[in-house]
């Protein structure tokens, strides 16, 4: 696989990485708090976009608004879904005709669930670290979250455990990944995989591949 830098409607700096095979679908992955550390570049990014290229997709990164080298400012989370819808609409046309789906980390799980209360439609959709509480550790209401919802939930999570995190959604499919807290660290590949595994369940892999 390969991986090469695209500019998403000539303000967002973002990232493409190709699989060896035919593109059969095209995932769009969005980041955490980049107040934060979040980028489109850290570690868990990179390890779900390899675990979305490995199954025969497309996976396109994007940096926030005042992320990286994207153009604007932070807006602490008041119009991060407009470049979401960006993204997608990208996607969209890049891989015109192919399914498309989704997945957000943290703060981007966020904004996937504020796109598609928006209206905003995706063939799949996968989170990862949906918290609880805020980066001050006060607790946060929940948006609406779909029914059957595939959310990876770390067991240690600081902003709300896995555990907490099941109590909480009931209604949601969450998959905890066991010793780690809300970073992932030594066990991002593990998120990865589960993604891929989860989006697979509706995007189409090639027959050559697992």
Not at 5 to 17: F, G, H, M, S
Not at 42 to 62: D, E, K, V
Not at 66 to 87: P, Y
Not at 160 to 172: M, S
Request: proline share 6%; net charge neutral.
């Amino acid at each position: 696989m390969r991986e090469e830098p695209v500019r998403i409607d000539r303000r967002l700096e973002a990232t493409l990485r190709i699989p060896d095979t035919s593109p059969a679908a095209i995932v769009v992955i969005a980041h955490a708090l980049p107040t934060h550390g979040g980028t489109m570049r850290t570690p868990i990014m990179a390890a779900i976009a390899r675990a979305c290229a490995t199954r025969g997709w497309y996976a396109l990164r994007f940096n926030f608004r005042g992320v990286g080298a994207s153009d604007g400012e932070w807006s602490g989370g008041r119009h991060e879904v407009d470049d979401l819808a960006a993204a997608v609409g990208h996607a969209r046309t890049f891989a015109q005709g192919l399914p498309l789906g989704l997945v957000g980390y943290s703060f981007g799980a966020f904004q996937v669930l504020a796109y598609l209360a928006s209206g905003g439609t995706a063939d799949a959709v996968a989170l990862v670290g949906v918290g609880l509480k805020d980066v001050t550790f006060a607790p946060r209401a929940l948006p609406d979250i779909p029914r059957g919802t595939f959310i990876v939930a770390a067991e240690r999570d600081q902003f709300g455990t896995g555990a907490e995190l099941q109590a909480a959604v009931p209604h949601a499919r969450v998959a905890i990944v066991s010793g780690v807290d809300h970073f992932f660290v030594g066990k991002r590949d593990e998120v990865g995989e589960l993604v891929a595994n989860e989006l697979a369940r509706n995007l189409p892999v090639p027959s050559h591949l697992p």
